[in-house]
C-alpha cells in the first residue's frame, strides 16, 4: 500500500507540475498579479514529492522486499542507518531525491524573493518548472522507485558494502543540494532573458543563488573525498575519477560566477558573461548527471545499467541546454559597456581569473570525455587518468593562485599598483617561507613553487583584511556601520585563506609523503620516520552483516604511546565482496593510514603504513572555503535588517 | 562492461594485495623508478585503478615485469613503448603527446593564450566613444 501511495503521489505531483506550468504561461496575460493562491500550490509540489520520498524511505526501514528497489539495494540484517540511506544509493531512489530537491529549491525561491518584479519572478518560476517537469516525466516513465516485483524475495541483495559508511549517508544528498542549487541561477538567467528587461538588476539575486550551490557543493565534494580517503584503502584523496571530475567541472564554473558577478555589481559589464557561466553551472551538472546515470562509465556510481535511459536522459538535458542557449543567443543583451581598463585594475584580474578557471574547466572536461571521443572517432582505446591531470592543470593552478593575492589587493578601476611595496613584500616573505623548508627536506621546484603560493596566498588574505580594518578608525565601530561590508570581508578572507591552506595541504602530502609495504609477525616492531609500530595482535569476529579480521597496531613516538591502529578486512557475505578499512590516526601534524594486507601464515600479514603529513590541511582548507560562501551568505540577512 | 565483470571475477579468485613485500626491489632508485612508471599504467581488468593499487593478478604480473626489465637496465620510455605495442595505449594514463591526443594536451593552454590576448585587445584599449 505504501509503495503504491508513493507512486500515486509522484503521478499527482507531475499532473500539478504540469497544470501550474499551463497556469504560468495562460496567466500572464489574464491575471497581473501573481496571486497567492498559486503561490500555494507549488508548496505543495514540493509537499507531494517530500511525501512521496518519505514513503520510499519507508519501504526501506521496513524492508518490503516485494518493492524491487527495496530488494535489490537493501538486506533485512542492515543497519538502520544504511536502510534509510540505501533509499538515495541507487538510481531510482537518487533520481526521487533529484526532482525533490529541485522542488525544494523552487520553494525557498518563491518564499525569499518577493520584491522582485514580478514578470521576472513568473519566468524564472516558469523555467525552474519546466525543469523539474523534464526530470519527473523521466522519473515516471522510466524509472519508477516504486516499481513491486511479482514473487518478493526472502532477502534483499544489499546495498554495494563499500558505500555503507555513515559519510556517504551525507554525501549524496549534499552534493545533490549543490548541484540542483545552480538550477536557480539557471532559472534566473533564463528567466531574466525570457522577461527582455535587461534594466531589471538581478545581481543581488545571482549573487545569492550562487553562493548557495557553492557551499553545498564544496561540503559535499569534500565529503566524497574524505570517504574515497579511507574507504578505498589507497591512501588517495582525489583520483581524477570520472565522476569526480564531473562534480568538480559545476563547481569550477560556479566559482567562476561568483567572481564575475562582482564585476556586474561594481561596473554593470559583463552581464552576458554572467548569464551564460550561470546557464553553464546547471548544464554541467546535468551532464554530470548524464555520465554517472547513463553507465558509459564503470565506477562505484554508475548504477543504472538500461541503455535507454542514458539516452532518455542525453535527450531531457540536451533539450534542456539546447534551448537554454537558443534564448541566450536570441534575447541577450546587445548593450555594449566596454570598461576601459588598466593592468592595474582589479575588473581586468578578475577577468583573466574567470578564463583561468574556464580553462581548467575545459582541460578536465575534455579529459573526461576525450576516451569516448576518441572511441566514437577513430574506433580506438585511450585512457586519460592522473598523470594527464598533473600535467596539464598544474601551469594553470599556479597562475591562478598566483593571481589571486593581486587580484585581491588591488582596486577597482585602479590606474597604478599603489600597493607595490606590500606586493613584493609579500612575496619576499613567502619565498623566504618556502625555501625556508629544504633546510629539512630535498628541494624540488614543484613543493617550493606549491609553498611559496600557499604562502603568499594565506598572508595575502589576512593582510587584505587587516588593512580594511586598519583604514577605519574603530574596529568595532566599523562593524556596526557596514555589517553587509564586513561578513562579505570575512567570507572573501576565509575562503581564500582556505584555498591557500588547500594548496599547502597538497603540497606538503605529494612531496613528502612516506610509505612502507613489509610482511609484520605478530609481535614485530618497525619504525617509520620517528614513529615506532608494534603489531599487538590481529583479532577474528562476527558482526550483524559482516565477518572481519581486525589487526591491532600500537604507535609510538619517542616511547610514548600515540594511539593505537585497527585496521580491518571485512567479509560481506550477502554480496561475496571483501572490504578493506583503513584505520587512520591523526597525530598533528601527520596522518598515521594503515591498511591491513593478505596473511601470510599463522602469524604474519603483509602491512601497508603511510605517514601523510599535513593532510588534514586539505580538508580544513576545504571546509574554510566553504564557510567563507556562508559567511558571505549572511551579509544578505544582515542586508535587511541594515535597510529595515 | 564486460571487463567489468572479469574484474570482479579477478577480485573474488585471487586475494592478491596491490604492491606486496616480496615484489619491492632492494634498490631504492630503481624502486621509485618502478613506483613511478606504474602510477601510470593502467590496469586493464579493473574499473579505473593503476597497476600499483590494483589487487588482480594481471597487475601484479605487470609490476613484476615492470620491476625485471629495470634490473635489466631498460628506460622507462622503452619499457612504455613495449607494453603500449603488446596492449594498445589504452594501458597509458598519461596518453601519449602524438597524432590527435597532441590536440587534448594544447587546446587548453590555446583556449587561454588566445583568449588572453583577445581580453586584453578588448578591454586594454576599447576604441573611444564606446
Partial sequence: MISELGHFLLISAFCLNLGLIANNISTRSVLAGYTRFFNRLESLLFILLSISFLLLIVSFINSDFSVKLVANNSHALKPILYKVAGAWGNHEGSMLLWVLILSVYLFLFQASSSGYPKALLRNVILIQLSTTALFLFYLLILSNPFERLEIPPLNGQDLNPILQDVLLVAHPPILYLGYLGLSIPFSIAVGFLLTNDHKINIVSLIRFWSLVPFVFLTLGILLGSIWAYYELGWGGWWFWDPVENVSLLPWLINLALIHSILILERRSSLLNWTILLSIMGFSFSMIGTFVVRSGLITSVHAFANDPSRGLFILLIIFLAIASSLVIYITKRSNHKNFMNLNFASKELWIIVQNLTLLVIATIVFLGTIWPFIIEAMFDEQVSVGEPFYEVSLTPFVIIFAFMLPIASKIRWKGKNFSNIKTIIGLICISIAFSASAFIWKEFKLLTFIGLFLSSWVCLGSILEFTSYFKSQLNFIDSLKRSPILNSRLIGRTCAHFGFGLLIFGVTAVTSWEVEDIRNVEVGESYYLKSYQIVFKGIDYSVEKNFKKVSGSFEVLNNNKLVGTLLPEKRLYPSRNEVTTEASIKPTFPDDLYMVLGNKIDENAWVVRTYIKPFISFIWLGVILMALGGFISLLSFSSYNKFKA | ?130
Fill in chain 2, 1 to 130: 562492461m564486460r571487463i567489468h565483470y572479469i574484474c570482479l571475477i579477478f577480485v573474488l579468485a585471487s586475494k592478491a594485495f596491490a604492491v606486496e613485500p616480496s615484489e619491492i626491489l632492494n634498490d631504492t632508485k630503481l624502486e621509485d623508478r618502478a613506483r613511478n612508471l606504474s602510477s601510470n599504467i593502467r590496469c586493464l581488468v579493473c574499473q579505473n585503478e593503476n597497476i600499483d593499487s590494483s589487487e588482480s593478478e594481471f597487475a601484479k604480473d605487470l609490476r613484476l615485469y615492470i620491476r625485471d626489465q629495470l634490473v635489466e637496465g631498460r628506460t622507462d620510455e622503452e619499457i612504455e613503448k613495449f607494453l603500449v605495442s603488446k596492449y594498445g595505449s589504452y594501458i597509458l594514463f598519461k596518453p601519449e603527446f602524438t597524432g590527435y591526443n597532441i590536440f587534448l594536451y594544447l587546446l587548453g593552454p590555446f583556449i587561454f593564450i588566445f583568449s588572453f590576448i583577445m581580453i586584453l585587445l578588448v578591454f586594454l584599449n576599447p576604441k573611444k566613444g564606446e
